[in-house]
């Protein structure tokens, strides 16, 4: 579906087509040879994964480039009402107090086969009872092999969730829960809840391979298998002949690595790329007959977090006043291009569980500068702000945004210094918690609220790098356990509320805004890539000149 943009710089659109000539005469020759041209899709990415298991990060580059492209899950959500639906597992039962939950497999359903390993059987029991044992058992040798480091199970404390994993039989199994969670199948269904092949670790064990393997050379039961990663480069997807659905239509998915705004958008208007993630001049591209330009209201949320742990953010009259500085909808402007909302709290307005009666944060100077003074900082002080060098799906321009928060913060006297880095760099030393206060965000994982608040704000995501606010609040968690605790949306709603009310006195970190998610293709593909959360998926995709 073909959308209005916003308005674009006319010296950036210029450039890019100055651009368009030289690329067309010397486009880069191991992509426009390549066959993928004329029996795949070539989709213009903004960064390289960190690994090809989603069990293993929480980036938007991981997911996107491997959850829904390698692996299936035991469900998945209906794209329309988001009620979950059955995927790897045709059927499941719940039991009335909620800690049984028994799934009902299929059984025709194939493993990758690849250079480096041939399945001998379909998925069965054992496979689901690996990929999940594999988190919570600590003397698994795959638990080990990761250090134990799955950061989105731990921020939802599944390893003291379930308590055990029975297998029925071949094609049956039952997950025995400590106490009830309302978001546990939602979990599950989440693009981290990935099934992976038992017999290939096996295999590593018996061959003595390196254990890494699994989650660098992967196999899955998705729509595509692994063929081919140059670091930086591309990453090459081959069309699983056994796909369990339906005959995959795209013989080859290449991802091209391209982190910069221009590039991807000059590849796109030569056609050197297919489809491209988070389009800059999308007036030009809306403009052209042979693209299409897309988009998709996103549950996400771009934030400005606050280092809790070192001063002077450990002092909440600080994280107010700097709240107050901030012009929200300037931001949304010049950012956005007005492609996004003024987020007034963590939670989209999208949710069930979003709360209008929030305390909302007015720009005023003036209460700004009385803060500081309360706060012992009337001279002002200086503040560095870390901000990702790649576009983000809820937030088009890091920098940009740095820049205009830096000009508000200097009216009440507070100095700012812009860092950045390569994005694993920044990801890694975010997880370490070396800064003082980072613009990033949350995409949703799914739809259940609890996702909004767990993973990037609990007590137990502090442990696992995700916290990006390094903070812990016993009661804010204990809400959260007792809306975990009922299926009673009504009470949930109730907790959720004053969730959110705590998150407005205390501020470990200030929303800024609710973005769409863009993106571009040439109009010659067929099928939808984005979806609301979860990362994008080729699964359902085609090409017409394939046909």
């Known amino acids: 579906m073909k959308v209005k943009a916003g308005s674009v710089k006319i010296k950036l659109v210029n450039a890019v087509f100055m651009l368009i000539g030289v690329l067309l005469l010397s486009s880069c020759g191991k992509v426009s040879n390549d066959s993928v041209l004329t029996k795949g899709i070539i989709y213009c990415s903004e960064g390289s994964p960190s690994t090809f298991n989603p069990q293993l990060d929480t980036s938007f580059i991981t997911i996107d480039a491997t959850s829904k492209q390698l692996y299936n899950r035991l469900m998945d959500f209906d794209p329309t009402n988001f009620d979950k639906i059955p995927a790897l597992a045709r059927s499941w039962h719940m039991t009335k107090n909620g800690k049984l939950i028994t799934f009902y497999l299929r059984k025709d359903v194939s493993f990758h ?68 969670q309302s978001s546990f199948l ?35 039961t998705g729509p595509f298998k692994y063929r081919e ?33 221009t590039s991807r958008l000059t590849k796109l208007l030569t056609h050197e790329c297919d489809v491209i993630a988070y389009p800059i001049a999308m007036q030009e591209i809306a403009s052209r007959k042979d693209l299409v330009l897309e988009e998709v209201t996103s549950f996400n949320v771009a934030f400005l977090a606050f280092n809790t742990q070192v001063p002077p953010f450990d002092n909440p009259l600080v994280r107010k006043a700097v709240a107050h500085a901030i012009d929200k909808k300037a931001i949304i402007s010049a950012v956005y291009y007005d492609q996004a909302e003024v987020a007034d709290s963590l939670l989209p307005k999208a949710s069930w569980a979003y709360s209008k009666n929030t305390n909302t944060i007015e720009h005023s100077q003036e209460k700004a500068k009385l803060l500081l003074a309360d706060a012992g900082l009337a001279d002002g002080f200086t503040l560095d702000i870390w901000a990702g060098s790649i576009q983000r799906a809820y937030n088009p321009n890091a920098l940009k945004m740095a820049k205009l928060i830096k000009a508000d913060l200097a009216r009440i006297g507070i100095e700012v210094n812009i860092i950045t880095f390569e994005w694993s760099t920044f990801l890694k030393k975010l997880a370490k918690g070396e800064h003082q206060s980072v613009l990033i965000g949350w995409s949703a994982d799914h739809p259940d609220p609890d996702n909004f608040f767990s993973p990037p704000l609990s007590c137990a995501s502090l442990a696992t790098g995700s916290n990006r606010a390094m903070w812990c609040n016993e009661e804010f968690d204990q809400l959260l356990k007792q809306s975990l605790a009922t299926n009673d949306t009504t009470i949930r709603k109730k907790l959720y509320k004053q969730a959110q009310q705590i998150l407005a006195e205390e501020i470990p970190l200030l929303p800024i805004a609710y973005a769409k998610r863009a993106q571009a293709k040439v109009a010659e593909i067929e099928g939808n890539i984005l979806t609301p959360f979860g990362g994008i998926s080729f699964e359902n995709v085609n090409k017409k000149a394939l046909q």
């Open 113 to 180: 086969q690849t250079d480096y390993f041939t399945p001998t059987r379909n998925m069965n029991a054992d496979d689901v009872i690996f990929s999940f044992n594999r988190i919570i058992d600590e003397s698994n040798p795959f638990y080990q092999s990761v250090a134990g480091k799955f950061p989105f199970f731990q921020s939802i404390k599944f390893s003291e969730l379930v308590e055990d994993i029975e297998k029925i039989n071949e094609y049956t199994i039952r997950f025995r829960l400590t106490q009830p």
């Open 186 to 220: 939602t979990n599950l269904a989440a693009p981290f809840g990935v099934i992976l092949s038992k017999e290939y670790a096996d295999t590593l064990l018996a061959q003595g391979r390196d254990l890494t393997e699994l989650d660098s050379k992967p196999i899955g």
């Open 229 to 261: 990663y140059r670091s930086g480069s591309l990453i090459r997807y081959v069309k699983h002949e056994n796909y369990w659905r339906f005959d995959v239509q795209i013989e080859q998915l290449l991802f091209n690595i391209s982190p910069g705004n």
